[in-house]
T-cell receptor, first 116, second 114 residues
Framework: EAQVTQNPRYLITVTGKKLTVTCSQN?????MSWYRQDPGLGLRQIYY???????DKGDVPEGYKVSRKEKRNFPLILESPSPNQTSLYFC???????????????FGSGTRLTVV | AQSVTQLGSHVSVSEGALVLLRCNYS??????LFWYVQYPNQGLQLLLK??????LVKGINGFEAEFKKSETSFHLTKPSAHMSDAAEYFC????????????FGTGTKLQVIP
């Protein structure tokens, strides 16, 4: 089954303790992206990647790091989490228009992060 | 720069009534436009997308949206609401084909009243 897999689904951590949220896709998609979802703010893009070793900042990159060493994986790293990073995080992947099939972003099920 | 405005954070309709969810966009180039749906405790699922091939776009679950350049709108409609349509709906815009920088609206929660 074509899917984007995020782990963990739920995470409670303390301020300053480094953490990594993993994301993996099995569709051979070139493009991957991380979003955070907050009530009343919709989804805001954190980082995106157009291919291996190619990443760029989205709208809210502060406090986050990403890496794309393999095409299928796009982990999100919080070096020193703070309470304002408490949010619901989504990873998504896509393939460029022109290569079949193109259906827009496929989203993972989300990671609910709480930083205390 | 691209942006999306969704009018109405909450919309309530009766079962069987018309569903209309409003989306206006801003884009410096011909845009790619999307509607996504999010059911509780789930990720987002693509409903439909506009990529300039046709102004009226049909999606899954009986939804459709019409691209109106003069109004910079991409409203989502469904002729008859079902209870299963209750969810949050997000409009999104991209200047780059929909796979790089994608900007989402703040979402509209649809309530369907029996």
């Amino acid at each position: 089954e074509a899917q984007v897999t995020q782990n963990p689904r739920y995470l409670i951590t303390v301020t300053g303790k480094k953490l990594t949220v993993t994301c993996s896709q099995n569709m051979n998609h070139e493009y991957m992206s991380w979003y955070r979802q907050d009530p009343g703010l919709g989804l805001r893009q954190i980082y995106y990647s157009m291919n291996v070793e190619v990443t760029d900042k989205g709208d809210v990159p502060e406090g986050y790091k990403v890496s794309r060493k393999e095409k299928r994986n796009f982990p999100l790293i919080l070096e020193s989490p703070s309470p304002n990073q408490t949010s619901l995080y989504f990873c998504a992947s896509s393939s460029p228009q022109g290569s079949a099939p193109y259906y827009g972003y496929t989203f993972g099920s989300g990671t609910r992060l709480t930083v205390v | 720069a691209q942006s999306v405005t969704q009018l109405g954070s909450h919309v309530s309709v009766s079962e069987g009534a018309l569903v209309l969810l409003r989306c206006n966009y801003s884009s410096s180039v011909p845009p790619y436009l999307f509607w996504y749906v999010q059911y509780p405790n789930q990720g987002l699922q693509l409903l439909l997308k506009y990529t300039s091939a046709a102004t009226l776009v049909k999606g899954i679950n009986g939804f459709e949206a019409e691209f109106k350049k003069s109004e910079t709108s991409f409203h989502l409609t469904k002729p008859s609401a079902h209870m299963s349509d209750a969810a949050e709906y997000f409009c999104a815009v991209s200047d780059y084909g929909g796979y790089q920088k994608v900007t989402f609206g703040t979402g509209t929660k649809l309530q369907v009243i029996p």
